[in-house]
């Protein structure tokens, strides 16, 4: 049977330590390698969905056909978010990717509410998962469901899907640099210029240059003490309410994001 008179199915995975999700892994190594970066690691998959999140367990959702061969793939990953100071719930949608030989082809196996067999919806494991995954997190009270695809899967997302793309979007940081960091970074000379101006600038702050105070570096890993995450929380508290949408990145966001990941190491200054 060739692809194009396969069927396939809309699976949600409600068990992450089901075998699916290390078939899902290989499946991203076999044919979108690196798109990890790294490996695919199945544990992956089982941190971001799962329970530990402090904003709810995600969504795996995979189109499977009648053989038991992984066709597609879509994650929901769950997000607390505020929008101009109000908590509400949110979902980043991603990892959408379709079997080099199901793209346009194959079938589904059941067709979509209200549709015929030839309905897009029953025609595309892209969009059938870009569908069902977004009803999902509807019927489960998700107020903000946003993602940031690629070139190749704007449009569907956009045109099939309902998304929209935002008008403006910016993801905004503030760090202080050490005199160091930039006779370290530049050429001699251009490290010394570009240190002394910021010395200047500083000065107009009234803040002394190279002043005694100094940031300590944390390791963030599982034992990590929760003293650490206490403090990030009294940061968190202390920052004024965004008058935007802002992920909420409290101590728990922050245990959960970088001191459990299964494979990154990350430090924390503070």
Same mark, same amino acid.
């Given at each position: 049977m060739t692809? #194009? /008179? !396969? !069927?396939?199915?809309i699976r949600f995975v409600d068990d992450l330590n089901d075998d699916v999700v290390d078939r899902v892994a290989t499946f991203f190594e076999?044919?979108?390698p690196g798109v990890f970066g790294g490996p695919c690691d199945p544990e992956i998959f089982r941190w971001k969905l799962g329970a530990t999140n402090p904003a709810g367990s995600g969504i795996l959702a995979v189109a499977v056909t009648d053989d038991d061969e992984i066709a597609g793939v879509m994650t929901?990953?769950?997000k607390q978010m505020t929008v101009e100071g109000r908590p509400v719930l949110g979902a980043e949608t991603g990892d959408t990717f379709t079997h080099p030989d199901f793209r346009r082809a194959g079938r589904a196996a /059941?067709?979509?509410a209200g549709t015929t067999a030839d309905h897009y919806l029953n025609r595309s494991v892209f969009g059938r998962l870009v569908d069902e995954v977004t009803r999902s997190l509807f019927d489960q009270k998700v107020e903000i469901v946003y993602g940031t695809p690629n070139d190749q899967s704007l449009p569907g997302y956009c045109r099939r899907g309902g998304y929209e793309v935002a008008p403006t979007a910016s993801a905004q940081s503030?760090?202080? &640099?050490? +005199? !160091?960091l930039f006779i370290d970074r530049f050429p001699a000379a251009t490290g010394r210029v570009t240190a002394q101006a910021f010395d200047r600038i500083r000065q107009t702050l009234h803040r002394p240059p190279d002043s005694p105070q100094e940031m300590t570096t944390i390791p963030l890993? #599982?034992? +990590? &003490?929760? +003293?650490?995450f206490n403090e990030v929380d009294r940061i968190w508290d202390n920052t004024p309410s965004a008058q935007h949408i802002s992920i909420v990145q409290d101590g728990a966001w922050i245990r959960h994001r970088y001191a459990l990941h299964p494979?990154?190491?990350?430090?924390?200054?503070?």
């Open positions: 692809a #194009r /008179e !396969r !069927r396939w199915s076999k044919y979108f929901a990953t769950m /059941e067709l979509s503030w760090h202080c &640099p050490r +005199t !160091r890993r #599982r034992d +990590t &003490p929760i +003293t650490v494979s990154q190491p990350y430090d924390l200054h503070l």
